[in-house]
């Protein structure tokens, strides 16, 4: 297992991205195309920025990338991506989701590959991966445009169903993904939504 995971590290080192997470994004994209040409893309928790840099690639110049974190840093962008602007912040204060909609007022797709601290009790590790899973879906009822996309990272567990049933009440379609790049031992899966229905962000 090791050399697969030397193999996603290398190939990301190789390719210019600072971590090898872009590959949880970049197998969904290539197997559910979230992302199109043009969309305007909120990337919660973006650093390092591995996301926001594939993303900005995949949507292209017309296209815009919002990232917001809690932790300062440069993210860079590769040639002929779109336009990428970091909010240094907490996606839950009301002044961070004012400036959010004032960039744009909503959004084609949300990702997040947010994580918790882990503290190696895995019940509390789960329950806030799942808090922190549930705030970008009440991000995604506010910001994400009818039809739009969602995709993000949780780890399974107690509760894990309840949040695959409450994301599949407001999607077209609901998927669990487990990429390759995921370590075998990890519990980390992604729950994408494809077509945000109709009537969710006017309940």
């Keep these: ?13 190789k390719e210019g991205y600072p971590a090898r997470s872009v590959y949880k994004l970049e197998e ?5 195309h979230l ?8 990337d919660l928790g973006c650093q390092p920025g ?14 815009l990338v919002v ?13 002929n991506s779109a336009r990428f602007i970091f909010l240094h912040g907490d996606v839950m204060e009301e002044g961070v989701r004012t400036k959010i909609r004032e960039l744009c007022p909503l959004y084609d797709v949300i990702i997040s590959d947010m994580a918790p601290r882990t ?3 895995k019940w509390a ?19 994400l445009k009818e039809s739009g996309n969602f995709y993000c990272k949780v780890f399974e567990g107690e509760d894990f169903k309840e949040f695959v049933d409450e994301v599949r009440r407001r999607f077209k379609t609901t998927k669990i993904v487990k990429p390759k790049s995921s370590r075998s031992e990890s519990r980390e ?4 939504g494809l077509g945000l229905k109709k009537m969710w962000n006017e309940e």
Excluded at 28 to 32: D, F, M, S, V, Y
Excluded at 35 to 42: F, H, P, V
Excluded at 67 to 79: A, I, S
């Design 125 to 143: 590790d789960q329950q806030q991966s799942l808090a922190l899973s549930r705030m970008v879906l009440e991000v995604a009822g506010e910001l």
């Design 67 to 79: 990232g917001v974190d809690l932790n300062f840093g440069q993210v860079r962008t590769k040639g």
């Design 28 to 32: 969904a994209q290539e197997k559910h």
């Design 119 to 121: 503290t190696g009790n």
């Design 189 to 192: 899966v992604f729950v994408l």
């Design 35 to 42: 992302l199109k040409k043009g969309d305007k893309i909120l």
């Design 50 to 63: 591995s996301w926001s840099m594939y993303a900005a690639q995949v949507i292209g110049p017309q296209g």
């Design 1 to 13: 297992m090791k050399e697969v995971q030397d193999y996603y590290f290398k190939k990301a080192k």
